[in-house]
Structure formats: C-alpha cells, structure tokens
C-alpha cells in the first residue's frame, strides 16, 4: 500500500506544488514582516552575528527586554497562522481524497478545490470530535502520570520521576497518535460512504482500525518514523553546516524549504496510504430487511366481509 500510494503521490506533483505553495505564501506573511522589523529593532547591532554559530540566550532575552513590544504583535500574527494552517490541513483532505479516488486523471486545480469545498463541513466536525478524543483520551494519561509522581513524591528520586514521566508520556503519545490514524480512516470514510455523522464515523473507523491495526495503524506509525528520520537528518545538516556567509545561508534555505515540500508530500502520501488501505478491507454485506406490504383493497374487503359477519 505504501509503494503504491507513493506513486500516486509523485505524480500528483501539481497538487504538492500547489500546497506548497500556500505553505510558503502563509509563512511569507509573517517572515517578511519579522525581518524587518527585525533590521529596525537590532539598530545595526553586531550582535546578532553570534546566533549564525549557535542559540545565545542572552543575545535573545537582551533583544525581547528591549523589543518586546514590537515583537510580541508578530509572535501573535504567527500563532494565528498556525491555527490557520491546521483548518487549511482540513480543508485540503477532501481534495486530496478526490485526487487519489481518481488516479489515472489529469490532475485538475478546479476540481481540487470543488472537492475541498463539499467535504470541509464534514471534516471538520470530524476534526472536532478528534480532538475531543485525544484531550479526553490522551490527555488522561497526563493526569494520571501527574497524581503518580505527586502521591510517588517522596519516595522516588528524581531519576524514578523523571521516568514515570516518560513512561506516561509515550502512553499519552501512542494514545494520540492511534486516535489520529482513527480520524484519517474516518475521512476515508466519510468520503467513500458519504456519511456524514462524524461521531459515527469515528466510530466506525475505530473498530475498523482496532480490528487491523497492523496494516492501518501500523502503517501509520511507519509514516511518522520516516518523518522523524527526515527530520533527523535535517538536524544533523544544520549542525554541520555553519551559515557564516551568503552561500552557506541560502544552502540552509534551500535545505529548509525542502524540508516543508517533503512534509508536505508525507501528509498526501499518508492519507492516500489509508484511502488505498481501506479500499483493499472487505466491505460489510447489507441484508435486506423484508418490508411488510399493506393492501388497502384486501383491508376493506376483509372490514366488509367482518360487517355482513356481525349479526
């Protein structure tokens, strides 16, 4: 299912382009506005040299204590992007489920956005009952690792703390990451089924899910360590490539933004993984019900025939 979902990723190259593309336009609203103002704040401060070898926290905390109120309109304009970007994540899906429910078509920019437009009301009640599980979920294993370490306080070290917590919070992790590969099914579901009660259709693709979690959530979690590997690598790049002039600066750059393209393939080549994925599960047989027809002519001759019995 990979290698096949992974083709049909790379050649919907258009479509990452154009993803991409948003990516980089919402990112460019608040990098262009930071760096300026960034070239006003620093006042021609050599300073700022310093980062290009290493974070230097007291270069920053200098910085913020001076330029906080510049800044801190920014760093708010960013957090609303992201938010930004995470409804946008949900208003792609149903594009992207389009795109792969139609492998062997040209891809089609109009019809991209037409399908992105009928499934974002469904997706996005999907994506609130999601996150209402997660937090429920997932965010019980916080609570319960916090009262651990606090009835645990006086008898464990810092060492036995510190892995309570880890402990719980891989729980938390594993809980989370299951609920979202649930969520990513009941998209597909969604799609194929035309359903549109979200809570059903979590619930579905919950036991659709726990039934075969090898080949879904298995598959899903295969997803994320290949993310986690890319970004590994992209860490070990940064940390030998030193930005001490233009050329090494723009290598990072370019580094970078590759970086977002793959991230931006990995999260079309994931969901197309569970499309195909579902489509190999064997649907479920609907029996018929028998449906008990009444004759209004046999029910008044029967009312007549009752009548002439009476006396």
Known sequence: MLSIALRQTIGSIRLLWLIYGITLVLGLLVALPFYNTLKVEDQNSLAFLNLLNGFDYTIYSDFMNRSQRVIS?????????????????????GGILLRFSQPNTQFSSGLFWQGCSHYFGRFLRLFAVTLLFVIVGAGLWLVAGSLVGIALNDTL??????WIGVVFFALFALTATLLFCIGDYAKVLMFREDEHNAFRAFGQAGRLVIRNLTRTYGLYGLMIVIGTGLFGIYFLLDEAILMSNWLTILLMFVIQQAMIFIRVGLKVWSLGTAYNQYEKFPKPILIPQPIQLVNPISEASDEATVNTVEP
């Not at 309109?73 to 899906?93: E, H, K, M």
């Not at 070290?157 to 510190?162: D, I, P, S």
């Open 73 to 93: 309109p920014l760093i708010s304009t960013g957090r609303w992007l992201g938010l930004l970007y995470i409804f946008l994540s949900v208003f792609f899906a």
């Open 157 to 162: 070290t810092e060492r036995g703390q510190f």
